[in-house]
């Protein structure tokens, strides 16, 4: 059973930063792809942004040149660097591995 364990979450103001972290149990990490999600409060899981174990990225139209994905296989870590966060960022982010295993899912809240 593989396990994701995220960091990185909490409170932050409009405008500011956060990084967000993702470590797997697996040990093949460095073959798989991994995304991170994001729920909002009332709203569907949506997807933010995944990298491909080419290092290939993509993201949701929203956070095009806010948020960078990158991932670390040495320390099966994936990260997710946020700047000029938004109010409209606010919701529980999962990371995501394979498409299959989920992490449990940590809070971002964007507010002054």
């Known amino acids: 059973q593989v396990q994701l364990v995220e960091s990185g979450g909490g409170l932050v103001q409009p405008g500011g930063s956060l990084r967000l972290s993702c470590t797997s149990s697996?040990?093949?990490?460095?073959?798989?792809?991994m995304g991170w999600y994001r729920q909002a409060p009332g709203k569907e899981r949506e997807l933010v942004a995944t990298i491909s174990r080419y290092f290939t990225t993509n993201y949701v139209d929203s956070v095009k040149g806010r948020f960078t994905i990158s991932r670390d296989n040495a320390k099966k870590t994936v990260y997710l660097q946020m700047n000029s966060l938004k109010p409209e960022d606010t919701a529980v982010y999962y990371c995501?591995?394979?498409?299959?295993?989920w992490g449990k899912g940590t809070l971002v809240t964007v507010s002054s």
């Open positions: 995501n591995e394979a498409g299959d295993y």
């Open positions: 697996r040990s093949i990490f460095s073959m798989y792809v």
